[in-house]
Every structure is written in C-alpha cells, then in structure tokens.
C-alpha cells in the first residue's frame, strides 16, 4: 500500500511541477512579448535546431555537389560570369549578412546604363532555376555559416527594414531561412500583408515536428511548381509598405 501511495504521489508532484513550468515559460514569453524580447518556444529552438540544420545542410551539400556544379557550368555558359549572386539581407535581430545565390538574369542595361525590369533580364533559363528552387542551393553555405536556417522568414530586401511595421519587424526575431510557412501557403501568391502573418506565426512557435512538415510541403510545392509569381510581376511586387 505504501509502495502505491508513493507512486502516486511521484505522479502528482511531476504533474504540479510540469504545469509551474508551463505556467513560468507562458509567463516569461508574455514579459518577453511586452518587453519585445524574443524568448524560444522550447527546448528545440533554443538548444536543438542549430545542430539539427547543421548536419541535414552539410549532408545535403556533399550530396549535391555533382548538381551544383552542373548548374554552376550552365549558369557560365548561359548567363556568364559571376556564376553566384551575392547581395546583403537583414537577417536574425535585423543583422545583415551577404546571401548567396545561383544566379539568374543578365545584366542587361537600358541606355542610360541602368538595369533592365526584373522582367526583361530573367531568362527562360532563369525562370527555370527559379521554378525548381535550384537557384537557392548556395544557400546551404549560408546555413553552415550561421547566417540562415533551413527553416525560418525568408531574408528580404535590406530597404524594408524601415518599412516594416512593429508587428512585421518581428519576423527577425529568428533566423531566416531557405524556406518558411510563407513558402508552403502560397510562394509568391501570397499577399505581403498574409506572409508577414505567416512568418510571425512561425517564429512564435517554432517545433521540430512543425519544421519536418515545412520541408516536406516545401518538396511538393517546388514539385508542383505553384506560387512562382505574382499576378502582376515575374517574382513578387516591391513592398512599399503601409
């Protein structure tokens, strides 16, 4: 009898404490909301996810060596040097960071020597790099680095960081990364307004299991080739902001 009473007494005591720890981490992540202060959502964001992303993106790059350097070759041949596009993006708490990417347009320029529209420079080739997502395979580079994430807001334009409202600044509470749940929702279909949203959410609860369902999705849509483009533009519109 004793034997069961200090069981149960084992049982009740976990629970009271699991739910002063439930309790405690709502607490500080509502203090952390007022202060905006980003707090991880468990123990994967704080601890685990780095890691995890390091070995799946060094994996993935020593498997994917003979691709990237196919494409690397065709980029050379079609669209000539530089091979890889660099550009700088805001990334985690608005630090920038130089992105790397397969490039994708000419340098077409018009004759007062500015760059042609996004439109008039990205070639068939281009759009094909961009359909399939290959163009973002050196970006595996920047999540050895420490720059990005495999999952996370996707890093946007360093411009936008003043237009941003104080609910959007929040999407570099965390890392950026090679893809996101605005990329799952709809790509370039979505609005700015709904991937702001989207981003928002993710980087309020980010879960590993969440993450295994981003990439999954990720790999249907790059199949499926949805959300290339917007309506009215070959990518997506500027965001000019509120």
Not at 20 to 39: F, M, S
Not at 66 to 79: F, S
Not at 175 to 181: E, I, M, N, R, V
Request: net charge positive; with cysteine; charged share 30%.
């Amino acid at each position: 009898m004793k034997k069961y009473n200090r069981h149960f007494f084992l049982l009740i005591a976990g629970a009271a404490a699991g739910i002063i720890v439930n309790r405690e981490t709502k607490r500080r992540r509502t203090q952390a909301k007022a202060e905006k202060r980003h707090v991880p959502y468990g123990p994967y964001e704080a601890v685990l996810k780095r890691p995890f992303y390091i070995a799946l993106s060094g994996a993935a790059l020593i498997l994917l060596t003979p691709v990237m350097g196919a494409i690397a070759l065709a980029v050379k041949i079609k669209l000539g040097s530089p091979v890889i596009f660099c550009q700088t993006r805001p990334g985690l708490n608005e630090k920038v960071f130089k992105i790397m990417k397969f490039r994708t347009m000419t340098e077409e320029r018009d004759g007062g020597g500015g760059l042609l529209p996004d439109e008039e420079r990205l070639t068939d080739f281009g759009k094909m790099l961009r359909s399939t997502s290959l163009d973002e395979l050196p970006e595996l580079v920047n999540i050895l680095k420490g720059d990005m994430s495999i999952v996370g807001p996707r890093p946007l334009l360093v411009e936008y960081l003043e237009r941003y409202d104080d609910r959007q600044k929040h999407r570099h509470d965390v890392k950026p990364g090679l893809t996101g749940l605005a990329q799952t929702s709809g790509r370039n279909g979505l609005t700015w307004e709904e991937k702001f949203e989207d981003d928002i959410r993710y980087a309020d609860h980010i879960t590993f299991l969440g993450d295994i369902k981003i990439i999954l999705d990720t790999v249907k849509v790059v199949l499926k080739r949805e959300g290339i483009h917007s309506g009215a533009c070959a990518t997506m519109e500027v965001f000019t902001g509120k």
